[in-house]
């Protein structure tokens, strides 16, 4: 017991310092590098690398340098497939995904072109073996594997819709006067629910 109370009394007296220093931040410009101030979205590649859809391409981000993959037009969204790596890349106009050259170079490969036609910015959804793009005139049902377009699902009213999500393994779509519309062979069909109005949604967060 005598012991346990000398070495107490001795952690007591004891003094800490801690190490001089100062944190090391990195500030990135813009204007210095080949990238916009702007960026829709972000996700992160199987290499731990950063990836952001910028108004100027794809930025890649190691920690220590950025490269820039260049893409048709601004990129608007993006979207990892956690099974096979690959992510899809939304641009105004343009859908397509990155891909691994084996000389290590990363390039933008073009799956959908739509000149008329403008990309959903915020969303696109990997269902099972198939990808979903909202458009201008409606919905474009891909097949992942193929990159085949298997439909264009057209929508009466484009501007009423807000957004396409998924719910287990199926696919839906809000519409401000319909409320919500489920995927079928037909096309969106509603279904019975509905959106509660922008009055009785109240957000939260939990910190």
Same mark, same amino acid.
């Given at each position: 017991?005598?012991?346990?109370?000398?070495?107490?009394?001795?952690? =007591?007296?004891? /003094?800490?310092?801690?190490?001089?220093?100062?944190?090391?931040?990195?500030?990135?410009?813009? =204007?210095?590098?080949? /990238?916009?101030?702007?960026?829709?979205?972000?996700?992160?590649?199987?290499?731990?690398?950063? @990836?952001?859809?910028?108004?100027?391409?794809?930025?890649?981000?190691? &920690?220590?340098?950025?490269?820039? @993959?260049?893409?048709?037009?601004?990129?608007?969204?993006?979207?990892?497939?956690?099974?096979?790596?690959?992510?899809?890349?939304?641009?105004?106009?343009?859908?397509?995904?990155?891909?691994?050259?084996?000389?290590?170079?990363?390039?933008?490969?073009? @799956?959908?072109?739509?000149?008329?036609?403008?990309?959903?910015?915020?969303?696109?959804?990997?269902?099972?073996?198939?990808?979903?793009?909202?458009?201008?005139? &409606?919905?474009?049902?891909?097949?992942?594997?193929?990159?085949?377009?298997? /439909?264009?699902?057209?929508?009466?009213?484009?501007?009423?819709?807000?957004?396409?999500?998924?719910? &287990?393994?199926?696919?839906?779509?809000?519409?401000?006067?319909?409320?919500?519309?489920?995927?079928?062979?037909?096309?969106?069909?509603?279904?019975?629910? =509905?959106?509660?109005?922008?009055?009785?949604?109240?957000?939260? =967060?939990?910190?």
């Amino acid at each position: 017991m005598r012991t346990y109370l000398i070495l107490l009394l001795f952690i =007591s007296f004891l /003094r800490s310092f801690g190490q001089k220093g100062e944190f090391y931040i990195t500030e990135y410009l813009h =204007s210095n590098e080949n /990238r916009e101030n702007q960026n829709a979205a972000i996700t992160q590649d199987g290499n731990g690398r950063m @990836v952001f859809a910028n108004a100027n391409g794809v930025l890649l981000f190691d &920690g220590r340098t950025w490269e820039t @993959v260049t893409t048709p037009s601004s990129a608007l969204s993006l979207e990892k497939d956690d099974k096979s790596g690959i992510i899809y890349v939304g641009c105004l106009n343009d859908f397509g995904y990155l891909e691994n050259k084996p000389n290590g170079e990363i390039k933008y490969i073009q @799956v959908y072109h739509a000149p008329d036609q403008v990309l959903y910015a915020s969303k696109i959804v990997l269902l099972k073996e198939k990808i979903y793009l909202l458009v201008k005139t &409606g919905v474009v049902e891909i097949e992942k594997l193929s990159k085949k377009i298997l /439909r264009n699902i057209p929508l009466d009213n484009r501007y009423n819709c807000g957004l396409i999500f998924s719910n &287990g393994s199926e696919l839906y779509l809000s519409d401000k006067e319909k409320g919500i519309l489920k995927l079928t062979a037909k096309g969106f069909e509603k279904i019975n629910t =509905s959106l509660p109005p922008d009055e009785k949604v109240v957000f939260t =967060s939990f910190i």
